[in-house]
Protein backbone atom coordinates (compact mmCIF):
# COMPACT_ATOMS: atom_id res chain seq x y z
CA UNK A 1 0.00 0.00 0.00
CA UNK A 2 1.20 3.51 -0.77
CA UNK A 3 1.40 5.94 1.50
CA UNK A 4 1.07 10.01 1.80
CA UNK A 5 -0.13 12.50 4.29
CA UNK A 6 -2.45 14.17 1.88
CA UNK A 7 -5.20 13.32 -0.75
CA UNK A 8 -7.06 15.82 -2.68
CA UNK A 9 -9.45 14.43 -5.16
CA UNK A 10 -9.86 16.16 -7.99
CA UNK A 11 -6.93 18.50 -10.44
CA UNK A 12 -9.75 21.66 -11.34
CA UNK A 13 -8.59 24.78 -10.18
CA UNK A 14 -9.73 24.10 -6.33
CA UNK A 15 -7.57 20.78 -6.45
CA UNK A 16 -4.66 22.29 -8.23
CA UNK A 17 -4.69 25.87 -5.81
CA UNK A 18 -5.01 23.21 -2.78
CA UNK A 19 -1.76 21.63 -3.89
CA UNK A 20 0.15 24.58 -4.24
CA UNK A 21 -0.99 25.67 -1.35
CA UNK A 22 -0.40 22.33 0.24
CA UNK A 23 3.42 22.68 -1.15
CA UNK A 24 4.46 25.35 1.10
CA UNK A 25 4.64 22.87 4.18
CA UNK A 26 7.06 19.71 4.84
CA UNK A 27 4.32 17.32 3.52
CA UNK A 28 3.60 14.52 1.42
CA UNK A 29 0.77 15.20 -1.24
CA UNK A 30 -0.83 13.24 -4.21
CA UNK A 31 -3.44 14.42 -6.45
CA UNK A 32 -5.53 11.69 -8.13
CA UNK A 33 -8.13 12.97 -11.46
CA UNK A 34 -10.22 11.38 -13.52
CA UNK A 35 -9.09 13.52 -16.75
CA UNK A 36 -5.82 13.03 -18.83
CA UNK A 37 -4.83 16.92 -17.93
CA UNK A 38 -4.90 18.39 -15.56
CA UNK A 39 -8.19 21.63 -15.50
CA UNK A 40 -10.94 19.21 -14.39
CA UNK A 41 -14.36 19.67 -15.56
CA UNK A 42 -15.48 22.77 -14.81
CA UNK A 43 -12.14 24.77 -15.20
CA UNK A 44 -11.80 23.84 -18.36
CA UNK A 45 -15.09 25.77 -19.59
CA UNK A 46 -15.60 29.25 -18.09
CA UNK A 47 -16.15 32.78 -18.63
CA UNK A 48 -12.65 33.56 -18.02
CA UNK A 49 -13.25 36.28 -15.76
CA UNK A 50 -11.84 37.20 -12.06
CA UNK A 51 -14.71 38.49 -10.27
CA UNK A 52 -14.83 40.95 -7.10
CA UNK A 53 -17.79 39.28 -5.32
CA UNK A 54 -19.82 42.46 -5.42
CA UNK A 55 -23.11 40.61 -6.27
CA UNK A 56 -22.90 37.28 -3.83
CA UNK A 57 -24.72 36.95 -0.94
CA UNK A 58 -23.83 38.76 1.65
CA UNK A 59 -22.44 37.12 4.61
CA UNK A 60 -21.71 33.76 2.65
CA UNK A 61 -19.04 31.60 2.57
CA UNK A 62 -18.89 32.11 -1.14
CA UNK A 63 -18.98 36.09 -0.66
CA UNK A 64 -16.22 35.98 2.00
CA UNK A 65 -13.83 33.96 0.07
CA UNK A 66 -14.84 35.85 -3.44
CA UNK A 67 -14.01 38.99 -1.91
CA UNK A 68 -10.88 37.88 -0.07
CA UNK A 69 -9.76 36.73 -3.47
CA UNK A 70 -9.96 39.23 -6.24
CA UNK A 71 -6.52 41.24 -4.67
CA UNK A 72 -4.41 38.15 -4.72
CA UNK A 73 -4.19 37.16 -8.15
CA UNK A 74 -1.96 40.48 -9.08
CA UNK A 75 0.96 38.36 -7.08
CA UNK A 76 -0.07 34.71 -7.83
CA UNK A 77 -0.67 36.22 -12.20
CA UNK A 78 2.83 37.69 -11.83
CA UNK A 79 4.76 34.57 -9.59
CA UNK A 80 3.22 31.79 -12.18
CA UNK A 81 3.86 33.78 -15.35
CA UNK A 82 -0.54 33.79 -16.34
CA UNK A 83 -1.82 36.52 -18.68
CA UNK A 84 -4.19 38.65 -16.37
CA UNK A 85 -5.91 42.06 -16.71
CA UNK A 86 -8.14 44.66 -14.66
CA UNK A 87 -10.01 46.04 -17.19
CA UNK A 88 -13.56 46.39 -15.30
CA UNK A 89 -17.06 45.74 -15.98
CA UNK A 90 -19.90 47.49 -16.42
CA UNK A 91 -23.61 46.91 -15.25
CA UNK A 92 -25.48 49.04 -17.46
CA UNK A 93 -29.47 49.64 -17.15
CA UNK A 94 -31.53 49.96 -20.09
CA UNK A 95 -35.36 50.31 -18.74
CA UNK A 96 -36.48 51.73 -15.61
CA UNK A 97 -37.34 48.61 -14.28
CA UNK A 98 -33.45 47.43 -14.58
CA UNK A 99 -32.44 51.12 -13.34
CA UNK A 100 -34.32 51.01 -10.20
CA UNK A 101 -32.62 47.40 -9.25
CA UNK A 102 -28.94 49.41 -9.30
CA UNK A 103 -29.46 51.21 -5.82
CA UNK A 104 -29.92 47.57 -4.62
CA UNK A 105 -27.12 45.51 -6.20
CA UNK A 106 -24.82 48.56 -5.24
CA UNK A 107 -25.82 48.16 -1.76
CA UNK A 108 -25.04 44.56 -1.77
CA UNK A 109 -21.62 45.59 -3.43
CA UNK A 110 -21.26 47.65 -0.11
CA UNK A 111 -22.33 44.32 1.95
CA UNK A 112 -19.83 42.95 0.38
CA UNK A 113 -16.83 45.05 1.27
CA UNK A 114 -16.66 45.93 -2.67
CA UNK A 115 -16.57 49.47 -1.91
CA UNK A 116 -15.09 50.55 -5.32
CA UNK A 117 -18.29 50.15 -7.28
CA UNK A 118 -19.12 53.13 -8.60
CA UNK A 119 -22.12 55.17 -10.43
CA UNK A 120 -22.22 56.14 -14.25
CA UNK A 121 -24.75 57.95 -16.24
CA UNK A 122 -25.95 56.64 -19.45
CA UNK A 123 -23.36 58.90 -21.22
CA UNK A 124 -20.69 58.18 -19.08
CA UNK A 125 -21.04 54.52 -19.66
CA UNK A 126 -21.70 55.25 -23.54
CA UNK A 127 -18.04 56.90 -23.36
CA UNK A 128 -16.59 53.89 -22.25
CA UNK A 129 -18.46 51.86 -24.49
CA UNK A 130 -19.72 53.11 -27.82
CA UNK A 131 -21.15 50.08 -29.20
CA UNK A 132 -24.04 49.84 -26.21
CA UNK A 133 -27.75 50.21 -26.44
CA UNK A 134 -27.80 54.05 -26.92
CA UNK A 135 -30.89 54.23 -24.31
CA UNK A 136 -28.48 53.05 -21.67
CA UNK A 137 -29.95 55.00 -19.23
CA UNK A 138 -26.95 54.76 -16.52
CA UNK A 139 -25.57 51.41 -14.51
CA UNK A 140 -22.45 50.17 -12.37
CA UNK A 141 -18.63 49.96 -12.78
CA UNK A 142 -16.87 47.83 -11.18
CA UNK A 143 -13.43 48.55 -11.90
CA UNK A 144 -11.84 45.46 -10.60
CA UNK A 145 -13.54 42.50 -12.53
CA UNK A 146 -10.97 41.25 -14.69
CA UNK A 147 -9.75 38.41 -16.99
CA UNK A 148 -7.32 35.84 -17.09
CA UNK A 149 -6.34 33.01 -18.39
CA UNK A 150 -8.59 30.44 -17.10
CA UNK A 151 -6.26 27.30 -18.60
CA UNK A 152 -3.04 28.45 -17.71
CA UNK A 153 -3.68 29.80 -14.45
CA UNK A 154 -4.52 25.93 -13.26
CA UNK A 155 -1.75 24.38 -15.22
CA UNK A 156 0.37 27.17 -13.68
CA UNK A 157 -0.49 26.00 -10.14
CA UNK A 158 -0.77 22.70 -10.47
CA UNK A 159 3.06 22.91 -12.08
CA UNK A 160 4.34 25.01 -9.34
CA UNK A 161 2.73 22.52 -6.79
CA UNK A 162 4.32 19.54 -9.33
CA UNK A 163 8.13 21.20 -8.91
CA UNK A 164 7.36 22.01 -5.37
CA UNK A 165 7.04 17.82 -4.92
CA UNK A 166 3.19 17.48 -5.12
CA UNK A 167 2.25 14.39 -6.95
CA UNK A 168 -0.33 13.93 -9.42
CA UNK A 169 -2.15 11.07 -10.53
CA UNK A 170 -3.84 11.14 -13.65
CA UNK A 171 -6.58 9.30 -15.67
CA UNK A 172 -7.36 7.64 -12.33
CA UNK A 173 -10.55 7.71 -11.08
CA UNK A 174 -11.19 7.39 -7.14
CA UNK A 175 -13.46 4.41 -6.28
CA UNK A 176 -13.39 4.63 -3.04
CA UNK A 177 -12.52 5.58 0.40
CA UNK A 178 -12.30 3.26 3.16
CA UNK A 179 -12.48 4.48 7.01
CA UNK A 180 -11.28 2.69 10.02
CA UNK A 181 -12.66 4.25 13.69
CA UNK A 182 -13.78 7.02 12.65
CA UNK A 183 -10.99 7.90 10.26
CA UNK A 184 -10.44 8.01 6.85
CA UNK A 185 -7.60 5.54 6.20
CA UNK A 186 -6.81 5.05 2.32
CA UNK A 187 -8.16 5.64 -1.14
CA UNK A 188 -8.62 3.09 -3.73
CA UNK A 189 -8.64 3.99 -7.54
CA UNK A 190 -9.33 2.27 -10.81
CA UNK A 191 -5.71 1.46 -11.30
CA UNK A 192 -5.81 -1.04 -8.60
CA UNK A 193 -4.14 1.37 -6.07
CA UNK A 194 -4.83 1.81 -2.84
CA UNK A 195 -3.45 4.69 -1.22
CA UNK A 196 -2.80 5.60 2.42
CA UNK A 197 -3.52 8.95 4.11
CA UNK A 198 -4.40 10.80 6.69
CA UNK A 199 -6.35 13.43 5.34
CA UNK A 200 -8.41 13.05 2.14
CA UNK A 201 -9.94 16.46 0.49
CA UNK A 202 -12.87 16.13 -2.11
CA UNK A 203 -12.46 18.74 -4.94
CA UNK A 204 -14.70 16.52 -7.26
CA UNK A 205 -16.41 19.34 -8.49
CA UNK A 206 -19.42 18.07 -10.50
CA UNK A 207 -18.75 14.74 -9.10
CA UNK A 208 -18.30 15.56 -5.02
CA UNK A 209 -21.86 14.22 -4.21
CA UNK A 210 -20.61 10.77 -5.59
CA UNK A 211 -16.99 11.02 -3.74
CA UNK A 212 -19.04 12.16 -0.05
CA UNK A 213 -20.98 9.25 -0.90
CA UNK A 214 -18.11 7.10 -0.53
CA UNK A 215 -18.09 7.93 3.42
CA UNK A 216 -21.49 8.74 3.90
CA UNK A 217 -21.36 11.95 3.39
CA UNK A 218 -23.66 12.33 0.50
CA UNK A 219 -26.56 14.91 2.12
CA UNK A 220 -26.88 16.81 -0.74
CA UNK A 221 -26.42 15.88 -4.07
CA UNK A 222 -25.33 18.17 -7.32
CA UNK A 223 -27.18 18.65 -10.93
CA UNK A 224 -25.13 20.46 -14.00
CA UNK A 225 -26.00 23.83 -15.39
CA UNK A 226 -24.90 24.28 -18.56
CA UNK A 227 -23.46 27.51 -20.53
CA UNK A 228 -22.97 27.80 -23.53
CA UNK A 229 -20.34 30.74 -25.40
CA UNK A 230 -20.01 32.05 -28.71
CA UNK A 231 -16.56 32.98 -29.36
CA UNK A 232 -15.87 35.75 -32.06
CA UNK A 233 -12.85 36.17 -34.71
CA UNK A 234 -10.39 38.72 -33.43
CA UNK A 235 -11.07 40.66 -36.18
CA UNK A 236 -14.97 41.03 -35.56
CA UNK A 237 -15.87 44.68 -36.27
CA UNK A 238 -18.07 45.37 -32.79
CA UNK A 239 -15.71 45.27 -29.72
CA UNK A 240 -16.36 45.86 -26.06
CA UNK A 241 -13.15 46.95 -24.24
CA UNK A 242 -14.64 46.38 -20.88
CA UNK A 243 -16.87 43.14 -19.25
CA UNK A 244 -20.46 44.25 -20.71
CA UNK A 245 -22.57 42.29 -17.72
CA UNK A 246 -26.43 42.25 -17.41
CA UNK A 247 -28.71 43.00 -14.41
CA UNK A 248 -28.58 39.22 -12.89
CA UNK A 249 -31.06 36.95 -11.53
CA UNK A 250 -31.10 34.11 -9.22
CA UNK A 251 -30.00 32.03 -11.38
CA UNK A 252 -27.77 33.71 -13.38
CA UNK A 253 -25.28 36.32 -13.77
CA UNK A 254 -26.61 36.59 -17.82
CA UNK A 255 -25.09 36.39 -20.99
CA UNK A 256 -22.28 38.62 -21.15
CA UNK A 257 -20.08 40.09 -23.54
CA UNK A 258 -16.35 40.83 -23.03
CA UNK A 259 -12.91 40.49 -24.23
CA UNK A 260 -11.01 37.40 -23.92
CA UNK A 261 -7.18 38.01 -22.62
CA UNK A 262 -5.88 36.97 -26.01
CA UNK A 263 -7.99 39.49 -27.75
CA UNK A 264 -11.19 37.69 -29.22
CA UNK A 265 -14.56 38.87 -27.83
CA UNK A 266 -16.67 36.02 -25.53
CA UNK A 267 -20.36 35.85 -25.60
CA UNK A 268 -22.85 34.15 -23.11
CA UNK A 269 -23.26 31.94 -21.23
CA UNK A 270 -26.71 30.18 -20.83
CA UNK A 271 -27.91 28.75 -17.98
CA UNK A 272 -29.75 25.21 -18.85
CA UNK A 273 -30.02 23.10 -15.60
CA UNK A 274 -29.76 19.75 -16.57
CA UNK A 275 -29.19 15.57 -15.31
CA UNK A 276 -26.42 14.92 -17.13
CA UNK A 277 -23.08 15.58 -16.31
CA UNK A 278 -21.51 14.75 -19.42
CA UNK A 279 -24.11 16.76 -21.60
CA UNK A 280 -21.22 19.36 -23.29
CA UNK A 281 -23.73 19.29 -26.20
CA UNK A 282 -23.94 23.07 -27.67
CA UNK A 283 -27.83 23.16 -29.41
CA UNK A 284 -29.07 25.66 -31.58
CA UNK A 285 -31.66 27.14 -29.06
CA UNK A 286 -29.43 27.75 -26.64
CA UNK A 287 -26.97 29.95 -28.98
CA UNK A 288 -29.85 31.51 -30.33
CA UNK A 289 -30.74 32.73 -26.78
CA UNK A 290 -27.34 33.97 -26.49
CA UNK A 291 -27.37 36.46 -29.54
CA UNK A 292 -30.97 37.99 -28.81
CA UNK A 293 -30.02 38.37 -25.49
CA UNK A 294 -26.50 39.98 -25.84
CA UNK A 295 -27.59 41.98 -28.84
CA UNK A 296 -30.07 43.85 -26.69
CA UNK A 297 -26.93 45.36 -25.02
CA UNK A 298 -24.90 45.55 -27.67
CA UNK A 299 -26.77 45.52 -30.61
CA UNK A 300 -23.95 45.77 -33.37
CA UNK A 301 -22.39 42.26 -31.63
CA UNK A 302 -21.43 40.20 -34.75
CA UNK A 303 -22.16 36.69 -34.04
CA UNK A 304 -21.75 35.97 -37.69
CA UNK A 305 -17.84 36.50 -36.76
CA UNK A 306 -17.83 33.14 -34.17
CA UNK A 307 -14.88 31.13 -34.74
CA UNK A 308 -15.99 28.40 -32.28
CA UNK A 309 -18.50 27.81 -29.53
CA UNK A 310 -18.39 25.86 -26.17
CA UNK A 311 -20.13 24.42 -23.38
CA UNK A 312 -19.42 24.08 -19.64
CA UNK A 313 -21.02 22.66 -16.32
CA UNK A 314 -21.29 24.55 -13.35
CA UNK A 315 -22.03 22.15 -10.35
CA UNK A 316 -25.08 23.22 -8.80
CA UNK A 317 -25.70 22.16 -5.22
CA UNK A 318 -28.81 20.84 -4.01
CA UNK A 319 -29.33 22.64 -1.18
CA UNK A 320 -27.07 25.29 -2.73
CA UNK A 321 -24.31 26.87 -1.02
CA UNK A 322 -20.21 26.88 -1.06
CA UNK A 323 -20.25 24.19 1.96
CA UNK A 324 -16.73 23.40 2.96
CA UNK A 325 -17.02 20.70 5.99
CA UNK A 326 -14.96 18.55 8.47
CA UNK A 327 -16.82 16.36 10.88
CA UNK A 328 -16.71 15.41 14.66
CA UNK A 329 -17.03 11.79 13.49
CA UNK A 330 -15.05 11.30 10.21
CA UNK A 331 -11.31 12.90 11.36
CA UNK A 332 -9.24 13.69 8.30
CA UNK A 333 -12.08 14.17 5.71
CA UNK A 334 -12.22 17.45 4.07
CA UNK A 335 -15.85 18.20 1.74
CA UNK A 336 -16.10 21.07 -0.80
CA UNK A 337 -19.07 21.51 -2.30
CA UNK A 338 -21.16 23.99 -4.04
CA UNK A 339 -18.18 25.98 -5.93
CA UNK A 340 -20.03 27.36 -9.09
CA UNK A 341 -19.46 30.50 -11.40
CA UNK A 342 -16.80 31.93 -8.40
CA UNK A 343 -14.62 28.62 -8.18
CA UNK A 344 -12.20 29.81 -10.23
CA UNK A 345 -11.60 33.15 -8.76
CA UNK A 346 -12.19 31.77 -5.43
CA UNK A 347 -9.94 28.42 -5.96
CA UNK A 348 -7.20 30.59 -4.64
CA UNK A 349 -8.77 31.62 -0.99
CA UNK A 350 -10.44 28.45 -0.32
CA UNK A 351 -7.33 26.50 -0.87
CA UNK A 352 -5.86 28.65 2.06
CA UNK A 353 -9.07 29.03 4.01
CA UNK A 354 -8.92 24.72 3.63
CA UNK A 355 -5.60 24.42 4.76
CA UNK A 356 -6.14 26.55 7.68
CA UNK A 357 -9.11 24.54 8.84
CA UNK A 358 -7.08 20.98 8.55
CA UNK A 359 -4.00 22.89 10.56
CA UNK A 360 -6.91 23.37 13.15
CA UNK A 361 -8.14 19.90 13.24
CA UNK A 362 -5.02 17.87 13.22
CA UNK A 363 -2.80 18.28 10.67
CA UNK A 364 0.99 18.48 11.20
CA UNK A 365 2.53 20.68 8.89
CA UNK A 366 6.00 22.38 9.15
CA UNK A 367 6.27 25.19 6.70
CA UNK A 368 9.20 25.05 4.09
CA UNK A 369 11.67 27.97 3.65
CA UNK A 370 12.54 26.26 0.55
CA UNK A 371 9.23 26.19 -1.19
CA UNK A 372 9.76 28.40 -4.77
CA UNK A 373 6.31 30.28 -5.67
CA UNK A 374 7.79 31.15 -9.47
CA UNK A 375 6.56 29.20 -12.70
CA UNK A 376 8.76 29.55 -15.48
CA UNK A 377 6.49 30.34 -18.64
CA UNK A 378 6.55 28.69 -21.97
CA UNK A 379 7.35 31.93 -24.15
CA UNK A 380 5.00 33.48 -26.08
CA UNK A 381 6.42 34.07 -28.98
CA UNK A 382 3.77 36.34 -30.59
CA UNK A 383 4.04 38.84 -28.02
CA UNK A 384 7.87 38.94 -28.30
CA UNK A 385 10.10 41.72 -29.74
CA UNK A 386 12.05 40.98 -32.90
CA UNK A 387 14.99 41.29 -30.93
CA UNK A 388 13.78 38.66 -28.25
CA UNK A 389 12.42 36.16 -31.41
CA UNK A 390 15.94 36.25 -32.73
CA UNK A 391 17.55 35.14 -29.88
CA UNK A 392 14.81 32.75 -28.82
CA UNK A 393 15.39 31.00 -32.39
CA UNK A 394 19.51 31.72 -32.03
CA UNK A 395 19.34 29.62 -28.62
CA UNK A 396 16.84 26.82 -30.38
CA UNK A 397 15.83 26.84 -34.08
CA UNK A 398 12.63 25.38 -33.40
CA UNK A 399 11.07 28.89 -32.48
CA UNK A 400 11.66 29.86 -35.82
CA UNK A 401 9.00 27.50 -37.14
CA UNK A 402 5.72 28.76 -37.04
CA UNK A 403 3.19 25.53 -36.72
CA UNK A 404 0.07 27.60 -35.89
CA UNK A 405 -0.32 30.63 -38.43
CA UNK A 406 -3.37 32.07 -36.52
CA UNK A 407 -2.30 32.62 -33.23
CA UNK A 408 1.68 32.94 -34.24
CA UNK A 409 3.03 29.49 -32.43
CA UNK A 410 5.99 27.88 -33.27
CA UNK A 411 7.22 24.57 -32.66
CA UNK A 412 9.11 25.35 -29.70
CA UNK A 413 6.21 26.87 -27.79
CA UNK A 414 5.07 23.08 -28.40
CA UNK A 415 7.60 20.88 -27.52
CA UNK A 416 8.33 23.13 -24.34
CA UNK A 417 4.11 22.46 -23.99
CA UNK A 418 5.10 18.37 -24.34
CA UNK A 419 8.03 18.49 -21.94
CA UNK A 420 7.85 20.72 -19.00
CA UNK A 421 6.58 19.63 -15.79
CA UNK A 422 2.90 17.74 -16.33
CA UNK A 423 3.57 18.20 -19.92
CA UNK A 424 1.12 18.27 -22.87
CA UNK A 425 -0.02 14.39 -23.97
CA UNK A 426 -3.21 15.31 -26.53
CA UNK A 427 -4.03 17.79 -29.01
CA UNK A 428 -6.17 19.90 -26.72
CA UNK A 429 -3.78 19.33 -23.70
CA UNK A 430 -1.62 21.18 -26.28
CA UNK A 431 -3.94 23.82 -27.31
CA UNK A 432 -4.34 24.74 -23.59
CA UNK A 433 -0.72 25.28 -23.34
CA UNK A 434 0.18 27.29 -26.04
CA UNK A 435 -3.23 27.93 -28.30
CA UNK A 436 -2.41 26.06 -31.30
CA UNK A 437 -5.39 25.29 -32.82
CA UNK A 438 -7.21 28.43 -31.40
CA UNK A 439 -7.34 30.51 -33.97
CA UNK A 440 -9.67 31.75 -36.96
CA UNK A 441 -8.97 28.35 -38.19
CA UNK A 442 -9.59 26.05 -35.54
CA UNK A 443 -6.88 24.06 -35.91
CA UNK A 444 -7.86 23.31 -39.86
CA UNK A 445 -3.88 24.04 -40.43
CA UNK A 446 -1.88 23.32 -37.59
CA UNK A 447 -3.87 20.53 -36.54
CA UNK A 448 -1.79 17.59 -38.43
CA UNK A 449 1.58 19.45 -37.24
CA UNK A 450 0.83 19.07 -33.67
CA UNK A 451 -0.59 15.33 -33.90
CA UNK A 452 3.17 15.08 -36.13
CA UNK A 453 4.96 16.52 -33.41
CA UNK A 454 3.09 15.12 -30.02
CA UNK A 455 4.24 11.71 -32.10
CA UNK A 456 7.59 12.71 -32.55
CA UNK A 457 8.35 13.92 -29.00
CA UNK A 458 6.58 11.53 -27.36
CA UNK A 459 7.75 8.42 -29.03
CA UNK A 460 3.99 6.76 -29.69
CA UNK A 461 2.40 5.78 -32.92
CA UNK A 462 0.41 8.66 -34.63
CA UNK A 463 -2.62 6.58 -34.26
CA UNK A 464 -1.92 6.80 -30.67
CA UNK A 465 -2.65 10.61 -30.31
CA UNK A 466 -5.72 11.92 -28.97
CA UNK A 467 -7.20 14.84 -28.91
CA UNK A 468 -8.23 14.63 -25.20
CA UNK A 469 -9.45 11.84 -23.52
CA UNK A 470 -9.26 7.82 -24.65
CA UNK A 471 -11.77 6.93 -27.82
CA UNK A 472 -10.66 10.20 -29.35
CA UNK A 473 -7.88 9.28 -31.31
CA UNK A 474 -7.63 11.55 -34.00
CA UNK A 475 -5.73 9.38 -36.95
CA UNK A 476 -6.70 5.78 -37.95
CA UNK A 477 -3.91 4.73 -39.88
CA UNK A 478 -2.43 5.37 -43.43
CA UNK A 479 -4.16 5.10 -46.42
CA UNK A 480 -1.80 4.88 -48.90
Known sequence: MKKTDVVIIGAGAVGSALARELSKYRLDVTVIDKNEDVGGDISKSNSAIIHTGYDASPGT???QLVVAANPMYDRITKDLDVPFARIGAILPAFNDEQFEKLPVLKHKAMMNRVYDVEYKTGEELLKME???NPCVKGGLYIPRESIIDPFLLVIGMAENAADNGVHFMLSTKVTDITVENGSVRSVKTDKG??????????AAGLYCDEVASYVGKGDYYVTPRKGQFYILDKNTSCRVSTIVLPIPTKITKGKLMCPTIHGNMLVGPTAEDLLDKTDKRTTADGLASIAADVSKMVPGVMIRDTITQYCGLRAQRNPEGLNIDMYDDLAGYVNISGVRSTGLTGSVAIAKYVVDLMLQNGLKAEFRTDFNPIRRGTPRFDELTDEERRELIRK????????CRCETVTEGQICDAIHRTLGARTVDAVKRRVRAGMGRCQGGFCGPKVIEILSRELGIPVEEIRKNEPGSEMTVGNIR
Open 61 to 63: LES
Open 396 to 403: DPRYGNIV
Open 130 to 132: PEL
Open 193 to 202: DEIRAGFVIN
